[in-house]
């Protein structure tokens, strides 16, 4: 099994910083795609940023130009650097893997269990 843990998560005034990280650990053979997606209430969760092993990634229109997703394939550690945030921003950030525990196993996602940012002055 393959376990998630985020942390970063906390309130910051508009225009403000956060850095999130996100450490997979327990049996792992293999991690691809690692990346972010928010929950606001009342809507649905979407993807904010992903990224490949290789280092391709992707990111949600909103978060353009303001997020940054990097990744340490080493520790199995995805990061978002989070700038110039807005109050739509406010939203729990869960973490996302894609990977497999065995290399004869099928893949699968993994998720942490969550962490809230909340951008309010």
């Known amino acids: 099994q393959v376990q998630l843990v985020e942390s970063g998560g906390g309130l910051v005034q508009p225009g403000g910083s956060l850095r999130l990280s996100c450490a997979a650990s327990?049996?792992?053979?293999?991690?691809?795609?690692m990346g972010w997606y928010r929950q606001a209430p009342g809507k649905q969760r979407e993807l904010v940023a992903a990224i490949t092993s290789g280092g391709s990634t992707n990111y949600a229109d909103s978060v353009k130009g303001r997020f940054t997703i990097s990744r340490d394939n080493a520790k199995n550690t995805v990061y978002l650097q989070m700038n110039s945030l807005k109050p739509e921003d406010t939203a729990v950030y869960y973490c996302n893997a894609a990977g497999r525990g065995r290399w004869y196993a099928k893949p699968s996602d993994y998720w942490g269990q969550g962490t809230q940012v909340t951008v309010s002055s």
């Open positions: 327990g049996s792992i053979f293999s991690i691809d795609a």
